[in-house]
């Protein structure tokens, strides 16, 4: 008897997983790096030959069947195992050239780490560098990154890595807005700023210490702006939007603010460097671990907000 699984591919698997995922020709086709007409014709060849629907199409989108749901965890499962069987032939691989995926926020990218990545393509130009910018945690079993640089007191027990320093956070104001110098110390905090306006984070910054500080002195109708973007927070802050928080290592680089209270250290949030552990022994992931550690290690001081640039 003909199992028809048996003629699938793991093409087929990936359209398959892609649509039960997304549950969008469209957004499974931007995935896929093909056009939504392609994928529509690969599912409607897939359903032919397993003789089976494998969707619903509802006004929503696609709806997986309970057969489409079983092959999309099938797919799944196989991804998982194809990166995991590649990831350990990448961590044997000691060759200092190839691709080397970064995931990182906007703030670490842009303050941080671009003098760090130049300096060691320059050491090591075979190495290409790609760069995810995003908040959201990656998810290393899938390969979608091979090093992590995350402020977080709660690394994945997934990953190994090392706690670089505490990233030092403060409040800031427009310095046109404070000409005649910050507040003193018994004017500055959010809740002994409340004649000003104030922008805050939101979505998956919502969680940082500092954004329950502010929900928690300030009045409501004083938080006019809200960000999930550190960039977009210093921005709102230099144009006048209101005062908020900022690491050091952001504000201090910013000619036109101006810190307007101490960095508390019970805000702080540590900065970690994280990868798989069948990476770490990687020629090009390890050594650009070990350079990174050692440049930010000089910087200790300023990222924790104790010195200027």
């Not at 997934?158 to 670089?164: E, S």
Request: hydrophobic fraction near 45%; aromatic fraction near 6%; glycine fraction near 10%.
């Amino acid at each position: 008897m003909n199992d028809p699984l048996k003629k699938l591919c793991w093409d087929d698997l990936r359209v398959v997983k892609a649509i039960g995922e997304l549950g969008s020709l469209s957004a499974a086709a931007a995935q896929m790096g093909v056009n939504a007409s392609t994928v529509f014709r690969r599912l409607g060849e897939i359903e032919k030959l397993l003789e089976l629907s494998l969707f619903e199409r509802r006004r929503q989108g696609y709806v997986a069947t309970p057969v489409g749901a079983e092959l999309v965890a099938l797919a799944q499962r196989l991804e998982i195992d194809i990166v995991a069987v590649t990831r350990r032939l990448a961590g044997l691989d000691q060759e200092l050239a190839g691709a080397l995926r970064i995931a990182t926020s906007d703030g670490l990218a842009t303050f941080l780490l671009m003098p760090v990545i130049a300096g060691f393509t320059r050491l090591h130009p075979a190495v290409r560098i790609e760069m995810v910018i995003g908040n959201d945690a990656l998810n290393l079993a899938r390969g979608e990154t091979d090093i992590a640089v995350r402020a977080t007191d709660n690394p994945p027990e997934t990953m190994v890595g090392r706690r670089i320093a505490d990233i030092g956070w403060a409040p800031y104001g427009r310095r046109s807005d404070f000409a005649g110098g910050p507040p003193g110390p018994e004017r500055s905090g959010p809740d002994r700023l409340a004649d000003h306006m104030w922008a805050s984070f939101c979505d998956e910054l919502a969680g940082l210490k500092v954004t329950r500080l502010i929900d928690t002195t300030v009045p409501p109708e004083r938080i006019v702006f809200r960000t999930n973007s550190v960039q977009g927070m210093a921005a709102a802050i230099s144009a006048g939007v209101g005062v908020g928080y900022l690491p050091c290592m952001t504000g201090d680089m910013i000619p036109d603010l101006v810190r307007i209270g101490p960095a508390d250290p019970a805000l702080a949030d540590a900065l970690w460097l994280l990868t798989h552990p069948d990476l770490r022994k990687s020629g090009r992931v390890h050594t650009f671990l070990e350079y990174c550690a050692t440049m930010l290690a000089r910087r200790r001081s300023f990222i924790e907000g104790r010195s200027s640039p």
